[in-house]
Nanobody, 123 residues
Framework: VQLVESGGGLVQTGESLRLSCAAS????????ISWFRQAPGKEREPVSC????????HYSDSVKGRFTISSDNAKNTVYLQMNSLKPDDTAVYYC?????????????????WGQGTQVTVSS
């Protein structure tokens, strides 16, 4: 199983980025895909997740209204559209696969992790 993130980079406050998570080696529809992030010196935290089975989504309060998660099941890819970025959004962003939407947001529930992609937002 592989989860490969892409789309990170350096942007200014207020700009946008779209992250992608391409999955292979698993039955995509059976999994919920989460995005976590880890800022320097901080613990990894959940950001958003989506059920590839029924499209249910969840967002953390810190990104609600600014980030949108979506899934293209034909491409086995999940996207995270990040708008109105702030310096506090600076982190390494990881995608992760869990067998159930009920496990979204819990690291213990993750079956597979991606390698991470860096997002840096300058002020």
């Amino acid at each position: 199983v592989q989860l490969v993130e892409s789309g990170g980079g350096l942007v200014q406050t207020g700009e946008s980025l779209r992250l992608s998570c391409a999955a292979s080696g698993l039955t995509f529809d059976d999994y919920a895909i989460s995005w976590f992030r880890q800022a320097p010196g901080k613990e990894r935290e959940p950001v958003s997740c989506i059920s590839n089975n029924d499209g249910t989504t969840h967002y953390s309060d810190s990104v609600k209204g600014r980030f949108t998660i979506s899934s293209d099941n034909a491409k086995n890819t999940v996207y995270l559209q990040m708008n109105s970025l702030k310096p506090d959004d600076t982190a390494v962003y990881y995608c992760a696969a869990a067998i159930s939407i009920l496990l979204c947001g819990t690291e213990n529930g993750v079956s597979y992790w991606g390698q991470g992609t860096q997002v840096t937002v300058s002020s």
